[in-house]
T-cell receptor, first 112, second 110 residues
Framework: GAVVSQHPSRVICKSGTSVKIECRSL??????MFWYRQFPKQSLMLMAT?????????EQGVEKDKFLINHASLTLSTLTVTSAHPEDSSFYIC????????FGQGTRLTVV | KQEVTQIPAALSVPEGENLVLNCSFT??????LQWFRQDPGKGLTSLLL?????REQTSGRLNASLDKSSGRSTLYIAASQPGDSATYLC?????????FGKGTRLHILP
């Protein structure tokens, strides 16, 4: 199957700093990628849809100025958590569609 | 608004038993339904994808069914093994948005 690579897998940052998470489709081009967030024992919640060459579409309740998404190429989307706070600590997963949805390995963000 | 519900939330069964996980969704206008496996702290592994026109898909010991009109899907696991222990997520896809259920935490007892 297709491979989606997400980096880093774990990151710890200080409150107030920014963190960038990368999502790459390794063997296919993805004009659309998706970013999800998962709190402990909760379901994955769609945060935003990343569109290559245009602005991302954010779900209701997700702050676009806090979660910056850039989809600069057909194989790379980035999510930047700006001015991170402890409540942003979560598991973030990206996905890209190539027929079916393929997911990255996820990034565990801990803000201290 | 599409809602996906999975029952039970948690399940423990002895090794070797067959089991069924349930998923229901409120809006039957879906493109496809996908079952995933998630190990603790890990990403998602796609298990089975059922297109809206299909009734079931099989892969090894796994069989997933889809009844779109009633908004239901089941994941059948035959001859369960301890390695099957994980959280199983059901997700429906419409308009390129994937909506997940909260998952069923499965524990297979050796």
């Amino acid at each position: 199957g297709a491979v989606v690579s997400q980096h880093p897998s774990r990151v710890i940052c200080k409150s107030g700093t920014s963190v960038k998470i990368e999502c790459r489709s390794l063997d296919f081009q993805a004009t659309t990628m998706f970013w999800y967030r998962q709190f402990p024992k909760q379901s994955l919640m769609l945060m935003a849809t990343s569109n290559e060459g245009s602005k991302a579409t954010y779900e209701q309740g997700v702050e676009k100025d806090k979660f910056l998404i850039n989809h600069a190429s057909l194989t790379l989307s980035t999510l930047t958590v700006t001015s991170a706070h402890p409540e942003d600590s979560s598991f973030y997963i990206c996905s890209a569609k190539w027929g079916e949805a393929f997911f990255g390995q996820g990034t565990r963000l801990t803000v201290v | 608004k599409q809602e996906v519900t999975q029952i039970p939330a948690a399940l423990s069964v002895p090794e070797g038993e067959n089991l069924v996980l349930n998923c229901s969704f409120t809006d039957s206008a879906i493109y496809n339904l996908q079952w995933f496996r998630q190990d603790p702290g890990k990403g998602l592994t796609s298990l089975l994808l059922i297109q809206s026109s299909q009734r079931e898909q099989t892969s090894g010991r796994l069989n997933a069914s889809l009844d779109k009109s009633s908004g239901r899907s089941t994941l059948y696991i035959a001859a369960s093994q301890p390695g099957d222990s994980a959280t199983y997520l059901c997700a429906v896809n419409r308009d390129d948005k994937i909506i997940f259920g909260k998952g069923t935490r499965l524990h297979i007892l050796p």
